[in-house]
């Protein structure tokens, strides 16, 4: 039996859902918009994404997904024939509001450039074809640009308002105060600290303390940023624990030193990052990590009204507070579903407390009700908009451009530093077209 037409089995489908008396849902592929990073050549991420909003015949945004299974596809190509690379354009994901997210990675650099098709059954979306003239850098093709040309590209904001927080504390930064003070105050047995450095846009570190295994994170983000962008030369500490180290007062003696965290709190003077979980599943987005900042858009759990009316938490010992709520869930398993997942500070309470096993990122979104509903509708809309990969690294270059505005002296590769090297890609070996400015132009 032959298959019939996509198109004629849209409308087929259509037919059936009016005759059933379902509310006809007809989505206008021209009408649709299509719009986001993904669409432009020379913003360099790990994945590249866009975002389509699908729009009805009449021109109204839809507010829920179409009916059926959805008959959007992305299909991403090079231009040239004899360009043969290898692209991952998994399904569209679809976030239930009418709009679906489209990511793509690539493994190799395409030199003439990408065709971007969006289609919707056999028809093409908005202004489908999309065409990015090359070169189209893959993540690990090493070939930065100069800040303010990068800054633009990726729409970074003008102002941070937590960043300009974090930084009142500090309109100077001596660094030789630094370097006599944190390996004494935070650097101990127990110490998380890795003392970084950048020159020339090569990153040096040394490592300050007992658990500081987790500088792969902090490594592996700041060698994606040399990739891309050309960093200011700084000297700077890196926080790797799961809390904010410098409590002194502003106008105290002695003064606060500015030590860049993960974390932050209302009494503490720390510059925080975003943390390592979140970069490191940008970065690792579609080669196996699922919890990254776009896969979640498309997996926010059962419908509100079928969530379960218990607050939960799963994670590691880092802190005693932890241990702590996993007492109060066996007190009340009613209202809390606490479990400790892996022990390694507090090894002797496992047998008290037991190990709760691991459970997949999505199933988080099963939260509490009512004035949760409401904070997740406004936390999801302010996510989207800011938790997005290239505001990421927005950020992340905002805060080292103002912490080495503040820096009273040159940086330094101090004794104990080696250089962290760039990942090897021998088999996407890229050319980088651009001419590396000197420091006095930028």
């Not at 390996?183 to 020339?200: M, N, Q, S």
């Not at 997996?299 to 932890?322: C, H, L, Y």
Request: contains cysteine; aromatic residues 10%.
């Amino acid at each position: 039996m032959r298959s019939l037409p996509p198109a004629l089995l849209l409308q087929l489908r259509l037919a059936l859902l009016v005759a059933a008396g379902a509310p006809e849902v007809l989505v206008s592929a021209p009408r649709s918009l299509v719009w986001g990073p993904g669409l432009q050549a020379a913003v360099v991420l790990p994945v590249r994404y866009f975002y389509l909003q699908a729009v009805n015949s009449e021109g109204q945004n839809l507010t829920r997904s179409p009916p059926g299974q959805t008959p959007f596809k992305v299909v991403v190509k090079s231009l040239s024939p004899k360009e043969l690379v290898r692209i991952h354009v998994p399904k569209p994901l679809d976030r239930n509001d009418g709009t679906f997210l489209m990511r793509y990675r690539m493994y190799e650099t395409v030199n003439e450039g990408l065709k971007i098709e969006v289609l919707y059954g056999d028809e093409h979306v908005a202004q489908s074809p999309y065409i990015l003239k090359g070169p189209v850098y893959h993540e690990y093709c090493e070939c930065p640009e100069d800040p303010q040309a990068w800054q633009k590209t990726l729409s970074c904001p003008t102002k941070e308002p937590q960043i300009a927080k974090d930084f009142a504390s500090f309109p100077s930064i001596n660094l030789q105060q630094m370097l006599n003070e944190v390996p004494k105050r935070f650097g101990d047995e127990r110490g998380a600290i890795v003392h970084y450095t950048i020159l020339d846009n090569h990153i040096y570190r040394r490592s300050l303390g007992k658990y500081t295994d987790f500088k792969m994170f902090s490594d592996e983000i700041l060698l994606s940023l040399t990739r891309k962008v050309l960093l200011p030369d700084l000297e700077f500490y890196v926080n790797l624990g799961d809390w904010p180290l410098e409590h002194r007062k502003v106008n105290g003696t002695p003064s606060p030193i500015p030590i860049i965290s993960w974390c932050g709190s209302l009494d503490s003077r720390d510059v925080v990052l975003p943390t390592y979980d979140i970069t490191h599943s940008t970065l690792e987005a579609m080669r196996g990590v699922t919890n990254d900042l776009l896969s979640i858009q498309g997996n926010t759990g059962p419908s509100w009204i079928n969530k379960t009316e218990r607050a939960f938490f799963r994670g590691r010992d880092s802190r005693e507070e932890r241990l702590q709520l996993v007492q109060l869930s066996k007190e009340n398993p009613q209202l809390l579903d606490a479990g400790i997942t892996g022990y390694f500070f507090f090894q002797e309470k496992e047998k008290e407390l037991g190990k709760a096993k691991l459970m997949g990122f999505f199933d988080f979104f099963k939260e509490n009700d009512e004035e949760a509903e409401k904070i997740a509708k406004e936390g999801q809309l302010m996510a989207r908009d800011l938790l997005q990969p290239h505001r990421l690294y927005c950020y992340y270059y905002e805060v080292l451009q103002k912490y080495a505005e503040r820096q009273s002296s040159k940086p330094e590769v101090r004794d104990g530093m080696e250089l962290v090297p760039q990942p090897e890609d021998n088999t996407a070996i890229c050319q980088c077209h651009r001419k590396k400015p000197s420091r006095e132009e930028l």
